[in-house]
């Protein structure tokens, strides 16, 4: 089993809001971890979105919109990132990450479509 | 410009070699710990190799290890990736990758560059 799993897409409309989930594998619980969240375009690199451990706990990357962010679920042990009031240019792959057993786990990203 | 510049990729057969070179600017390359991070064609992301400020700490992914060598070159700003016994699957885009810390610990990659394509095959 998957350290992250992530669904592999998700469709919404514009002006619409997404939520993405990051699911840790049973065994590790969210409430230790922080996570972070990427953004890829295709044929771009990654661009590092924000950090979310908690409201007093979070970070946001330089220039990302505040119509992203980020939440947790301790009930689904998973990781969310928000997207609110979707816009074309938020049409990319997501990636969540952990720091975990001492290296970086990357989720497999999941494919945001706006339609 | 802050930035980070990959090179070294290419073609090269399985069982040989190939040296990445990541060139930084625009910021105190010595202050920061540098990844990194490879995708397959395809595919998503997988951390590859890591080391901290002043190569006090060196870490590789399972897959890699005993094959792949970081090193860096402060003087230079430079990053480098010594692959050696190359296989099909290490084919995928490298980035060079900066994170937000000196040490080897967790925290934001905060700036990528644009990635060198490697790909071994026969």
């Known amino acids: 089993q998957a350290v992250l799993t992530q669904p592999s897409s998700l469709s919404a409309s514009p002006g619409a809001s997404a939520s993405l989930t990051c699911t840790l594998r049973?065994?590790?619980?969210?409430?230790?971890?922080?996570i972070y969240w990427y953004k890829q375009k295709p044929g771009s690199p990654p661009q590092y979105l924000l950090r979310y451990n908690s409201d007093s706990d979070k970070q946001q990357g330089s220039g990302v919109p505040s119509r992203f962010s980020g939440s947790k679920d301790a009930s689904a042990n998973a990781g969310i990132l928000l997207i609110s009031g979707l816009q074309s240019e938020d049409e990319a792959d997501y990636y969540c990450m952990i720091w975990h057993s001492n290296t970086y786990v990357f989720g497999a990203g999941t494919k945001v479509t706006v339609l | 410009e802050v930035q980070l510049v990959e090179s070294g990729g290419g073609l090269v057969q399985p069982g040989r070699s190939l040296r990445l070179s990541c060139a930084a600017s625009?910021?105190?390359?010595?202050?920061?710990?540098m990844h990194w991070v490879r995708q397959a064609p395809g595919k998503g992301l997988e951390w590859v190799s890591g080391?901290?400020?002043?190569?006090?700490?060196?870490a590789y992914a399972d897959s890699v290890k005993g094959r792949f060598t970081i090193s860096r070159d402060d003087a230079k700003n430079s990053l480098y990736l010594q692959m050696n016994s190359l296989r099909p699957e290490d084919t995928a885009l490298y980035y060079c990758?900066?994170?937000?810390?000196?040490?080897?610990?967790?925290?934001?990659?905060?700036?990528w560059g644009q990635g060198t394509m490697v790909t071994v095959s026969s």
């Open positions: 625009g910021f105190t390359f010595g202050d920061y710990a």
């Open positions: 990758t900066k994170l937000d810390a000196a040490a080897m610990r967790e925290d934001a990659f905060d700036l």
């Open positions: 080391i901290s400020w002043i190569s006090r700490t060196i």
């Open positions: 049973s065994g590790i619980n969210v409430g230790t971890y922080r």
